[in-house]
């Protein structure tokens, strides 16, 4: 997962995601941390919806083919729920995204800082 904080929404150059924003991967809560380590080593997964296709409807990430996306959960404590944390990743090295608020914001996780 380490690597730049670039990503390309086409065939193009890429270039730097600045519609979604960004975060250092150390201000992640440490339940983001758990999730990306499970997602590196395949799993296993605490929720069956772990890993399923994110369909990106709400178009806040860049526009990408069907199953460009998955999306994992973010374990939130003392939620009797699946809560609202979750990282949504993309097909690119290092396109890792968290959203804390049900995916109306999203920000691409930075390994570099």
Do not use: M
């Not at 380490?2 to 992640?28: K, M, N």
Request: aromatic share 10%.
């Amino acid at each position: 997962r380490c690597g730049a904080t670039t990503a390309t929404s086409t065939a193009a150059a890429p270039h730097r995601i600045t519609a979604v924003g960004s975060v250092c991967y150390s201000a992640l809560p440490s339940q983001a941390h758990d999730t990306l380590d499970l997602i590196d080593s395949g799993g296993p997964f605490p929720f069956p919806q772990d890993g399923t296709v994110f369909q990106n409807r709400e178009g806040v990430l860049p526009q990408q083919s069907t199953g460009y996306y998955h999306e994992y959960t973010v374990i939130t404590p003392d939620s009797p729920t699946r809560g609202a944390r979750r990282i949504v990743t993309g097909q690119r090295t290092a396109e890792d995204y968290y959203t804390a608020d049900h995916y109306a914001t999203f920000r691409l996780v930075d390994f570099g800082c």
